[in-house]
């Protein structure tokens, strides 16, 4: 049985390494907090024609002809966006959300201003203000963490910096935090010192956007995302505004004028920091965007949350170390110093297993980010494949089967078969199915 986008295909190479990829994600437990599975729909969308054609600028304002289709395939994705968060402006071009996070720099600061960030080994993003990445090259970065008896954002630290540092702009946000996030006091800090507030949500997206989490929109003055984690479209990056601001700090663009936050911030993704948007993946977008404003969809962030506070239970009760204790979101991460496992050796014994997740830092850690003490887990993927909050317990059994036994290959083993098994219960893309003598 091969999948239909492999059927007929000259460079069987490229189409069969496809098909393997394809087995990989069906026969195995996705645990991979930052991954998800798209539907068919939006995957036919990426696919499709609008990856022939170039659209440089903006709908009713670009630099090819031709565009008038385009216009409104990027026209009902930005639209569709602001209803899912009552936004009032929309940016649907960034590639991926560090793309977007770019633009936003590029928008509202200058090379060597100040930000604040959560720093990157306490949970933060690489384009929070890392050193190895533009934010911390380009711009001066500082950070505020969490506090080592809770694990939660120590928001004393992070008003006590800004009111010393006077940052431009405070980013909020995270890639490996399992809480909600207070932006009301991120916001009063930043007026008490006049700088703006980047609620970066690329993780809880989806849960924002059907009112499981605190709103950053009320508060912040600029939001970005990427679009494939819990808003389970194709790989991407948005960025949006609620409020209308009219550029409060005075920014200016590149002529030297004052003009609204909104228009800056276009300027800012084309010409500013990339060229031809992939209209393509915004058509795939505009997929997405049509999902999660539907029921099915609301029914399904719930269900993340369920399946995400009984799965962290029941790690709690295998003895496991859950920053904070527990999860209000999506994700969960897990300090293995108590089970003396580093988050690398776990990570490539449940690999063998097809038990998929991420070595990561934990707050205070003491080994290098290539080695870890600790692993991130999220439940979206396996939500989206119809996994319930009974089912959590399964998964966690397994994991704790593998990493107690982990050098013991033989018992890894039965595992894997076990995962296989378990797995064949919830079909990914069972669509994608055609008999090979149809194609004959």
Not at 158 to 180: F, H, N, V, W
Not at 215 to 235: A, M, N, W
Not at 284 to 294: N, R, S
Request: with cysteine; net charge neutral; glycine share 8%.
């Amino acid at each position: 049985m091969l999948p239909y986008f492999c059927a007929m295909q000259k460079d069987t190479q490229v189409f069969d390494l496809i098909n393997k990829e394809l087995e990989r994600q069906r026969n195995g437990i996705e645990l991979i907090a930052s991954e998800n599975f798209t539907s068919l729909q939006v995957m036919q969308a990426m696919g499709s024609v609008p990856t022939n054609k170039y659209a440089e600028g903006y709908p009713g304002k670009r630099f090819y002809g031709g565009c008038e289709v385009i216009d409104e395939i990027e026209t009902l994705a930005i639209e569709r966006l602001k209803k899912i968060f009552n936004a009032s402006w929309a940016n649907v071009q960034p590639h991926s959300g560090a793309q977007a996070n770019t633009a936003v720099f590029l928008a509202c600061l200058k090379p060597g201003d100040k930000i604040l960030g959560l720093d990157l080994s306490m949970g933060g993003h690489l384009t929070h203000g890392s050193p190895a990445n533009f934010s911390g090259k380009n711009y001066q970065a500082l950070f505020y963490g969490v506090k080592k008896e809770t694990g939660t954002v120590d928001y004393d630290h992070l008003e006590a910096t800004a009111q010393k540092e006077k940052p431009k702009m405070i980013i909020c946000g995270a890639s490996a935090y399992s809480r909600d996030w207070d932006y009301k006091r991120i916001r009063e800090v930043a007026d008490s010192i006049g700088a703006l507030v980047l609620a970066d949500i690329a993780h809880p997206a989806g849960l924002i956007a059907k009112g499981l989490l605190n709103d950053p929109f009320e508060y912040c003055h600029i939001v970005s995302s990427t679009t494939h984690k819990t808003l389970r479209g194709p790989r991407g990056g948005i960025i949006m505004m609620r409020n209308d601001f009219d550029n409060p700090f005075g920014v200016k663009d590149p002529k030297g004028n004052i003009r609204p936050m909104s228009a800056l911030l276009d300027l800012a993704v084309f010409p500013g920091m990339q060229g031809g948007p992939l209209e393509h993946v915004i058509a795939a977008k505009a997929v997405a965007f049509g999902e999660i404003l539907t029921d099915d969809y609301t029914r399904y962030a719930q269900q993340i949350i369920q399946n995400a506070q009984a799965m962290a239970k029941a790690f709690v009760s295998k003895g496991y170390d859950l920053i904070s204790g527990g999860t209000d979101n999506h994700l969960m991460l897990i300090d293995l110093r108590n089970k003396n496992l580093t988050g690398k050796k776990a990570q490539e014994t449940l690999d063998k297993a097809h038990i998929t997740l991420n070595k990561n830092a934990v707050p205070f850690d003491d080994k290098s980010p290539f080695i870890t003490s600790g692993i991130r887990v999220g439940v979206p993927a396996i939500t989206t494949r119809g996994l319930k909050q009974e089912h959590m317990q399964t998964i966690v059994d397994m994991i704790d089967t593998v990493l107690t036994n982990a050098g013991d290959d033989q018992k890894i083993g039965v595992v894997k078969n076990d995962v296989h098994e378990f797995m064949k219960d919830f079909p990914l893309y069972p669509e994608l199915e055609v008999k090979e003598t149809a194609m004959a």
